[in-house]
């Protein structure tokens, strides 16, 4: 390390450590940071900030482990939320690596861990539980106007998770995890034989609710997802029933919108220990990537047929984002990361960070 630098902003402190890394990415003109939350040896939590050019991090420091995060379009901002059932979300300004907005969810409500803008940048979606009933919601925020609170919109259900927008820019597409939590409980499970998980899409100016597609299971929790250019989604289940059972783990729906499940073998299966965490579509070939930490695995699809590409071993792997040539970046919650790509025989090693990555990289 050759140089700290500590500014006080908001909650916590921002410290900017000019780091050299060991590694280097091809330059990508249309980000400049991979944000992640994280947490240090200690237990610290922080937002991450990394450098693609591999030579400078910062580290935000926040008083909850924080989950996923999106990007503002034509914007220097990312936005991190905390992990349920957390009641913050975090703006950071990618420029100035400073902490600018702290949003609390609001007495009665906690937030999921994920959101979505629109493509104008002025509306942000995000996924919210009201305590009173369990009432799944996306929450609507005007970022134009200091991130006011603008509306709820219901969707007839418990736990709504990862959600993104699909290519028409008017309909939302969101896991619904079927789970219901309680702060008082921590992140306890209390309703595991009532769950009613599905895949949900949903009109973003009305709330009306255009489908929805239900797991092959009811505790097949849909969480986490990516969307294709061309409309297709993928998400990713987390199995919450007896252990011994085995059951398709990633689910699909196509440009036509028809819903089906993919069928990997009964071992590959298996090593996936029932949870999927991180989904990312690549933005240059037909493939993509999830992640399996509790399998210690990733596993690359073609994303037009569905068929297993590459199943490789990486350790607590975590989360996954398109590296803009065709492979993948993958972080670990052991401290690495990696990039995935079709043409590698196991992931190749680019830094190795005396941190804990979150289950999301953005």
Same mark, same amino acid.
């Given at each position: 390390?050759?140089?700290?630098?500590?500014?006080?902003?908001?909650?916590?402190?921002?410290?900017?450590?000019? $780091?050299?890394?060991?590694?280097?990415?091809?330059?990508?003109?249309?980000?400049?940071?991979?944000?992640?939350?994280? /947490? !240090?040896?200690?237990?610290?939590?922080? $937002?991450? =900030?990394?450098?693609?050019?591999?030579?400078?991090?910062? +580290?935000?420091?926040?008083?909850?482990?924080?989950?996923?995060?999106?990007?503002?379009?034509?914007?220097?901002?990312?936005?991190?939320?905390?992990?349920?059932?957390?009641?913050?979300? @975090?703006?950071?300004?990618? &420029?100035?690596?400073?902490?600018?907005?702290?949003?609390?969810?609001?007495?009665? @409500?906690?937030?999921?861990?994920?959101?979505?803008?629109?493509?104008?940048?002025? @509306?942000?979606?995000?996924?919210?539980?009201?305590?009173?009933?369990?009432?799944?919601?996306?929450?609507?925020?005007?970022?134009?106007?200091?991130?006011?609170?603008?509306?709820?919109?219901?969707? /007839?259900? $418990? =736990?709504? %998770?990862?959600?993104?927008?699909?290519?028409?820019?008017?309909?939302?597409?969101?896991?619904?995890?079927?789970?219901?939590?309680?702060? &008082? @409980?921590?992140?306890?499970?209390?309703?595991?034989?009532?769950?009613?998980?599905?895949?949900?899409? +949903?009109?973003?100016?009305?709330?009306?609710?255009?489908?929805?597609?239900?797991? #092959?299971?009811?505790?097949?929790?849909?969480? %986490?997802? /990516?969307?294709?250019?061309? =409309?297709?989604?993928?998400?990713?289940?987390?199995?919450?029933?007896?252990?011994?059972?085995?059951?398709?783990?990633?689910?699909?729906?196509?440009? !036509?919108?028809?819903?089906?499940?993919?069928?990997?073998? !009964?071992?590959?299966?298996?090593?996936?220990?029932?949870? $999927?965490?991180?989904?990312?579509?690549?933005?240059?070939?037909?493939?993509?990537?999830?992640?399996?930490?509790? =399998?210690?695995?990733?596993?690359?699809?073609?994303?037009?047929?569905?068929?297993?590409?590459?199943?490789?071993?990486?350790?607590?792997?975590?989360?996954?984002?398109? &590296?803009?040539?065709?492979?993948?970046?993958? #972080?670990?919650?052991?401290?690495?990361?990696?990039?995935?790509?079709?043409?590698?025989?196991?992931?190749?090693?680019?830094?190795?960070?005396?941190?804990?990555?979150?289950?999301?990289?953005?």
């Amino acid at each position: 390390m050759h140089r700290r630098q500590v500014l006080k902003v908001g909650l916590g402190s921002v410290a900017m450590a000019l $780091i050299p890394l060991s590694w280097a990415l091809p330059a990508r003109e249309e980000a400049a940071w991979l944000f992640s939350a994280v /947490d !240090d040896p200690s237990g610290g939590h922080f $937002i991450a =900030g990394v450098a693609l050019d591999g030579q400078t991090r910062f +580290m935000i420091e926040v008083p909850e482990r924080c989950h996923g995060g999106c990007l503002r379009p034509d914007s220097r901002q990312a936005v991190l939320f905390a992990r349920r059932p957390g009641t913050r979300m @975090y703006v950071i300004d990618g &420029d100035s690596r400073q902490l600018v907005h702290t949003l609390a969810a609001g007495e009665g @409500y906690h937030f999921y861990g994920h959101g979505v803008f629109d493509l104008s940048g002025r @509306y942000l979606y995000v996924t919210a539980n009201r305590l009173e009933d369990s009432a799944g919601l996306v929450q609507v925020y005007d970022a134009e106007n200091a991130y006011t609170h603008m509306r709820d919109m219901p969707l /007839d259900g $418990i =736990g709504p %998770h990862e959600l993104r927008l699909m290519p028409d820019g008017d309909t939302l597409v969101i896991g619904l995890g079927g789970i219901q939590t309680h702060p &008082d @409980y921590g992140r306890v499970k209390l309703n595991l034989d009532t769950m009613a998980p599905a895949l949900l899409l +949903m009109n973003r100016h009305d709330g009306k609710m255009l489908a929805r597609h239900e797991p #092959s299971h009811h505790q097949l929790s849909c969480r %986490h997802l /990516d969307v294709a250019a061309d =409309g297709t989604v993928i998400a990713g289940y987390q199995f919450e029933g007896p252990e011994w059972e085995s059951h398709p783990l990633i689910c699909r729906l196509d440009t !036509d919108r028809r819903f089906s499940e993919l069928t990997l073998d !009964d071992e590959l299966t298996a090593s996936l220990n029932h949870y $999927i965490a991180s989904v990312a579509f690549s933005r240059v070939s037909g493939n993509v990537l999830v992640t399996a930490p509790r =399998g210690n695995r990733v596993l690359l699809l073609d994303a037009v047929h569905g068929n297993l590409v590459a199943n490789l071993a990486l350790p607590d792997a975590a989360g996954a984002r398109c &590296d803009g040539t065709g492979g993948f970046l993958v #972080s670990s919650g052991q401290g690495g990361l990696y990039r995935v790509a079709p043409d590698l025989a196991i992931p190749e090693l680019l830094a190795s960070l005396e941190l804990r990555w979150d289950n999301h990289l953005t």
